[in-house]
């Protein structure tokens, strides 16, 4: 089934990207969107560096991807409304 814009950052779980795998900065926690998911948690990603389990749990932590992105994302007031769902990591 073909699903529509917008899609789930692999990383934080809100629906922020236009599209999957075009390398498009998620707003949200500042993931770059290779097109890794949850399916690949353990596999460095080459645009951020780091895995996406990885990630995840900084997202968890700080709000944020990784490190550096802790000073540019939004804050967190301003995601009210946002759509979200949670997902498990495999
Ligand atoms: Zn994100």
């Not at 990603?45 to 944020?64: D, Q, T, V, Y």
Request: net charge neutral.
């Amino acid at each position: 089934m073909l699903r529509e814009a917008p899609f789930q950052c692999p990383c934080c779980d809100y629906y922020t990207l236009a599209a999957r795998g075009r390398h498009a900065v998620c707003p949200v926690c500042f993931w770059e969107d290779d097109g890794i998911d949850l399916d690949d948690l353990d596999g460095i990603s080459s645009a951020n560096h780091i895995p996406l389990r990885k990630a995840r749990a900084n997202f968890a932590r700080m709000g944020a991807a990784d490190e550096a992105a802790r000073s540019l994302v939004a804050p967190r007031e301003q995601l009210r409304g946002l759509r979200r769902e949670t997902r498990a990591p495999g």
